[in-house]
T-cell receptor, first 110, second 117 residues
């Protein structure tokens, strides 16, 4: 089983739609969780960290379920500019390497 | 503030040739990472440095890959000789790791896109 698994998509949604991605991780010792965004032919950039209590940043909401070992990302009111690949990232502790999922591709269509 | 700088941005070589990539991390970041990203995949760690020490190189194919981070700042990643399967994007990232807390935001450079013919 891969350490971090994501549905590769693509998710094709109309503007204004709400879309959710899930990601599962296998290492129960994982401590830190992130969503990174990667535009086509660009480097990954941190979108948001995922906290145990869940967190929201504008139209983006991240949730963590430790019992089931999954992370989710919800995007409300999708914009064309949200089109990108969303990478689920897991880290065991501070200075250990990040483990990336393969990414979920989102296309927001006008 | 300047981000992570990488060069070259693109490199096309023939198989069996050597190639080197250079990375300058964000000033003050003590941890530097080299990743390889194949098409349709997430980045995979090759090597991680804390200052000038390579603390995790378990995924580095040591028969042909080498890396160094002299003086704990810039780093180079070398492949010699390159093989067709080495075609990928090589990403450098840096972070300032707080050992007493979890999580480390990594900042990525633009990557070097390597094509081996």
């Amino acid at each position: 089983r891969k350490e971090v698994e994501q549905d590769p998509g693509p998710f094709n949604v109309p503007e204004g739609a709400t879309v959710a991605f899930n990601c599962t991780y296998s290492n129960s010792a994982s401590q830190s969780f992130f969503w990174y965004r990667q535009d086509c032919r660009k480097e990954p950039k941190l979108l948001m960290s995922v906290y145990s209590s869940g967190n929201e940043d504008g139209r983006f909401t991240a949730q963590l379920n430790r019992a089931s070992q999954y992370i989710s990302l919800l995007i409300r009111d999708s914009k064309l500019s949200d089109s990108a690949t969303y990478l689920c990232v897991v880290n065991s502790w501070g200075n250990t390497p990040l483990v990336f999922g393969k990414g979920t591709r989102l296309s927001v269509i006008a | 503030e300047a981000g992570v700088v990488q060069s070259p941005r693109y490199k096309i070589i023939e198989k069996k040739q050597p190639v080197a990539f250079w990375c300058n991390p964000i000033s003050g970041h003590n941890t530097l990472y080299w990743y390889r990203q194949n098409l349709g995949q997430g980045p995979e760690l090759l090597i991680r440095y804390e200052n000038e020490e390579a603390v995790d190189d378990s995924q580095l194919p040591k028969d042909r890959f080498s890396a160094e981070r002299l003086k704990g700042v810039d780093s180079t990643l070398k492949i010699q000789p390159a093989e067709l399967g080495d075609s990928a994007v090589y990403l450098c990232a840096s972070s300032l790791v707080a050992r007493t807390s979890g999580g480390n935001e990594q900042f990525f450079g633009p990557g070097t896109r390597l094509t081996v013919l």
